[in-house]
């Protein structure tokens, strides 16, 4: 079945410095979705990117999606302790298929 | 409008009991899924329901586990038998209409189970 592969697993960064979380597949995506899961709470949709190339802002997160579609990656710059919380990149062919999720920890 | 509703928000449970979780999905919405999240860990898919068609059940990890969805909307997720490694929280999502590209998932609180 469709993987989707996300490193790194955990991420601890200093508050103001950036984070970049990474997805990759084995096959062409025709989508990919990135959802935050803040501690404690649920899955929240953040973003889909659906083009060869394409790249998307919210803020200081830009989103990226590869040129063969095959990865895909969440830049945030200056983090802040809000950023705080797991981020999943998930595919969506139908139904959805969860990546293992990057955990992001932001010491103030 | 009402989000993703789903009950208990928590249940203790002791060993070998059953039970039964709740979700109601938005309204309107013909897809519903159940995930399992274990405790710093990610999301484990367990079932599919889209509309009529027959549920994906690829997921559920073992025959003590199943769900139903009574008139496409309302699902329940049972677990006989309840086993410790059953602890964890169970997630409910609903998407308009399952896979479609540009769809995106809603989810609900969850249930937090404790099996003691």
């Known amino acids: 079945g469709q993987q989707v592969m996300q490193i790194p697993q955990y991420q601890h960064v200093q508050e103001g410095e950036d984070f970049t979380t990474y997805c990759n597949s084995s096959?062409?995506?025709?989508?990919i979705q990135w959802y935050k899961q803040r501690p404690g709470g649920h899955p929240v949709f953040l973003i889909q990117?659906?083009?060869?190339?394409e790249v998307k802002k919210q803020k200081r997160l830009t989103f990226q999606f590869g040129e063969a579609k095959k990865n895909s990656s969440l830049h945030i710059t200056a983090t802040q302790t809000t950023d705080v919380g797991t981020y999943f990149c998930?595919?969506?062919?139908?139904?959805?298929?969860f990546g293992s999720g990057t955990k992001l920890n932001v010491k103030p | 409008g009402a989000g993703v509703s789903q009950s208990p928000s928590n249940k203790v449970t002791e060993k070998g009991k059953d039970v039964e979780l709740r979700c109601d999905p938005i309204?309107?919405?013909?897809?519903l899924y159940w995930y399992r999240q274990s405790l710093g860990q990610g999301l484990e898919f367990l079932i599919y329901?889209?509309?009529?068609?027959?549920?994906?059940k690829s997921g559920l990890p073992s025959d003590r586990f199943s769900a139903e969805r009574t008139g496409g909307s309302v699902s329940t997720l049972t677990i006989q038998r309840t086993q410790q490694e059953d602890s964890a929280v169970y997630l409910c999502a609903s998407s308009p209409e399952g896979g479609r590209l540009a769809e995106t998932q809603y989810f609900g609180p969850g249930t937090r189970l404790l099996v003691l």
């Open positions: 990117l659906v083009k060869s190339g």
């Open positions: 998930v595919y969506n062919f139908n139904k959805f298929y």
């Open positions: 096959t062409t995506l025709s989508n």
């Open positions: 309204s309107g919405h013909t897809a």
């Open positions: 329901f889209q509309g009529n068609s027959a549920p994906d």
